[in-house]
């Protein structure tokens, strides 16, 4: 028999974006409900950024034990990855945090219905033949994995990114398309894993929405892992032969691999919301918002990736919660500014707020300071000197406009960076600020105080 319920808020999608919003509306006094047709935690969770970083963590630290005697460790055995543990224990994780999100909206009062809620009108959503009547809804169904026009996943020989984490049995050969995040963060699983590696990009250089100095660290490294990167090249066919596949590519190489990993970007999730009938704004896919994620539709929420603006689970949080407030009365509005952008590769790559070109596209005078980890003292600890911190200043009046980073574990420096633009201080603030020693953050006072034309611990060139 139907049911009717009436909430003060119905939240549609469980991931980083939905969740947090459906919380934080709870704690501030409003009755939610979520609904999730999924496993609780969305993309981030089950298939992106927690089971990407698990198996990374397991490869870098393969990786580091093939260096050991570089730490005075000698290993009586050669070590060994066994891939199908790799992935068992990815499982775990995210069934541990999966359960973790379930039990935090339990303790927060969230009501959970597990269906495919679909918005009827303004205020009315069915899950199945249930209706729930709500004051508000926020919008917040993710994602999904974009492909490539005639070389769609198949779930056997060409993998989407959520399938690929997903395979229990590392392929000896894997072509990669698509040079972004995604693709360089597949290109050092499965290259430090062992595999044969081939990185397809359309565009001149990897990584191309990111600074160039990133995209040549990162290229270099892979080429020292012995991945192929292919960049201004597309694939034109793929043949199945045998067990293997035959990619033909636009230089007229052909090269056979056993695995195909279709890494070219992420697309909004509207199918059967109701987005269409309901009047929705949409731009390229996504639903457009004001600054407090409010739609076109009075009472509509969007959040997340649903809306196609950053694809990256932090910032589906924040707008998440952005959203939560709004409806609670508490005026807020999303902050772009001080986005980090973390890739978790070898070496770590991160941006932060403006990246160079966009500095130079914008005309602002701007004054640039940069640190090699040679020259860090953690990092000569660590036995990890690889990497750079570069920040970016306005000439004018030395407020920081961002930054980009590389190195190992530059991602955790990210934030104090995104809150140095946040909060408007200026390379002099950083460059003055007392920081533990020894320690890597100690790279992002000296970049500072390089960009100031006095950094100590950078020998004069």
Known sequence: ??????????????????????????????????VEMDELGGTCLNRGCIPTKTIISSVRLFDKIQRAEKYGIILSD??????SE????????????REGVRALLKA???????????IVSPGRVLVGRDEILADNIIIASGSRPKCIKGMEPDGRFILSSDEALDI???????????????GCEFGYIFSAAGAKVYIVEVMSRLLPTEDEELSRIIHRSFKRRGVEVITCTS???????GDHLLVRLSDDRFIEVERIISAVGREPLLDGLGATKLGLQLEKGGIVTDEKMATNIHGVYAAGDVTGKYMLAHVAMEEGMVAAENIAGIQRKMDYLSIPRPIFTDPELVGVGMTKEEIVRSGIDYKEGRFFLASSAKALCNGETEGVVIVYGDAACGRILGASLAGEGVVELASEIALAIKCGLTLKDVSELIHPHPSLSEAVK????????????????
């Open 86 to 97: 790799v992935m068992r224990r990815k499982a775990e994780v995210v069934s541990k945090l």
């Open 235 to 241: 694939v034109l066919d793929i043949k199945e032969d």
């Open 108 to 118: 927060n009062g969230v009501s959970y219905i597990k269906g495919k809620g679909e």
């Open 168 to 182: 229990s049995e590392l392929p000896k050969s894997v072509m990669i398309l698509g040079g972004g995040v995604l």
């Open 78 to 83: 050669k070590p060994l990855l066994e891939f």
């Open 1 to 34: 028999m139907a049911e009717q319920m009436k909430y003060g808020l119905v939240v549609i999608g469980g991931g980083p974006a939905g969740y947090p919003a459906a919380i934080r509306a709870a704690q501030l006094g409003v009755p939610t409900c979520l």
């Open 446 to 461: 000296e970049a500072s105080a390089s960009a100031l034309g006095f950094s100590v611990h950078k020998a004069k060139r």
